[in-house]
């Protein structure tokens, strides 16, 4: 179904979007900062347009029709051309804009990344303004939709037509354990580790394909100590006989700071691909294109390889 030349304007296409991706019209007007009544008009205008329904009310929410399924990708795709025209109007001066960044990024990449980050951003647009949300992989897509965040860095792949992706560096895993671990040496089996404890960190974070090896490992069995992110990992390891697999970038950081070592893992385990990742546009978005050079160009700086068949075979000392 073409929208072209149907006779509707752009908060028409900004109210259907919207209510299509919360499913709520009392949602969409609090999102919109418009009253209830005037989704509901929006609505019944664009009913009247597509001559369909468009949304049909369930339990769960107003669902779409085939017609809104269809349409929604073209709203979508005409919506960012236009934003992207507005902001092009504009020439983007780093050095003079007070423009809110929104990054998106795990614990371990802020305590490990976020230093080149600020100190790159801050250096060439002083007066702009930083804000950090946690990560949730189920939620990127839809923040990246919507110009909730304007970049997220994240291990995951996401769909190649909805999301760039720059590549950033890969990691290889190390497990961790106490220093005083009474059973765990520097390059134990995989019946050792199978014996042994271990710390699993949220999915959301995006390091599922650890969680999946290791419980096919541990034959499926649920761990007993699940966290919601890496803060606390080496505390807690250094407090009990647990381990846990992380990134090598991160295990170093633990040594340093807590009194647990680092072994080598007795399986082979893809590497963590780490990736910059911002909304595919059909215009480019002028502050997002030099958000994603910056940001680029200073994890060049960060003291690993890029690349994977870059580490030598000194890349793990305990």
Same mark, same amino acid.
């Given at each position: 179904?073409a929208?072209?030349g149907s006779?509707? @304007?752009?908060n028409?296409?900004?109210?259907? *979007?919207?209510?299509?991706e919360t499913?709520?019209?009392?949602e969409?007007?609090k999102a919109l ?5 005037? !989704?509901?008009?929006a609505?019944?205008?664009?009913r009247k347009?597509?001559a369909?329904?468009l =949304?049909?009310?369930?339990r769960?929410?107003l669902? +779409? ?5 269809s ?9 960012? &051309?236009?934003?992207?025209? !507005? ?5 983007f001066?780093a050095e003079?804009t007070? %423009? ?8 371990l /990449?802020?305590?490990a990344l ?6 790159a951003?801050q250096?060439l647009?002083?007066r702009a303004?930083?804000? !950090?949300t946690?990560?949730? *992989?189920?939620q ?5 939709? %919507?110009?909730?965040?304007d970049?997220?860095i /994240?291990?995951?792949a ?8 720059d590549h950033?560096?890969?990691m $290889?895993?190390?497990?961790?354990c106490?220093a005083s671990h +009474?059973? &765990?040496?520097?390059a134990?089996?995989?019946?050792d ?5 271990r710390? !699993? ?8 394909h650890?969680e999946q090896?290791?419980?096919r490992l541990?034959?499926?069995q649920?761990s007993?100590l ?9 505390e807690t390891?250094?407090?009990t ?7 090598l970038?991160?295990?170093?950081m633990?040594v340093k700071?807590? $009194? ?5 893992l007795? =399986? ?10 911002t &909304? %595919? ?5 002028? $502050?997002v294109?030099?958000? %994603? ?8 700086a960060y +003291? ?8 030598d @075979?000194s890349? =793990?000392?305990?």
């Amino acid at each position: 179904m073409a929208i072209a030349g149907s006779g509707y @304007d752009m908060n028409l296409m900004r109210t259907f *979007v919207v209510v299509y991706e919360t499913r709520s019209v009392t949602e969409a007007a609090k999102a919109l900062y418009i009253s209830q009544p005037s !989704v509901s008009y929006a609505l019944a205008k664009l009913r009247k347009i597509f001559a369909d329904p468009l =949304f049909l009310r369930t339990r769960q929410g107003l669902e +779409p029709t085939p017609a809104a399924e269809s349409l929604y990708p073209q709203m979508v795709q005409a919506i960012q &051309l236009m934003d992207s025209v !507005v902001q092009s109007a504009t020439d983007f001066r780093a050095e003079e804009t007070t %423009r809110t960044f929104r990054l998106m990024m795990t614990d371990l /990449a802020l305590m490990a990344l976020f230093s080149f980050v600020v100190r790159a951003i801050q250096g060439l647009a002083p007066r702009a303004r930083i804000e !950090v949300t946690l990560l949730d *992989v189920a939620q990127l897509e839809d923040k990246l939709r %919507r110009n909730e965040i304007d970049a997220a860095i /994240a291990i995951p792949a996401f769909p190649a037509d909805i999301v760039v992706r720059d590549h950033l560096m890969d990691m $290889p895993y190390v497990g961790v354990c106490a220093a005083s671990h +009474p059973r &765990l040496s520097d390059a134990p089996s995989v019946e050792d580790l199978v014996a042994e404890q271990r710390i !699993v960190v949220s999915e959301a974070l995006g390091h599922q394909h650890v969680e999946q090896t290791l419980s096919r490992l541990h034959g499926h069995q649920q761990s007993s100590l699940a966290l919601p992110n890496y803060s606390v990992v080496d505390e807690t390891i250094a407090a009990t006989e647990s381990y846990c697999v992380v990134p090598l970038f991160l295990g170093d950081m633990f040594v340093k700071r807590s $009194p647990v070592r680092k072994f080598i893992l007795p =399986f082979t385990l893809e590497p963590g691909h780490v990736g910059l990742h911002t &909304l %595919r546009r059909v215009a480019p978005s002028p $502050p997002v294109e030099w958000l %994603r050079q910056v940001i680029s160009e200073a994890l060049q700086a960060y +003291p690993y390889p890029q690349h994977i068949e870059d580490y030598d @075979d000194s890349w =793990f000392t305990p």
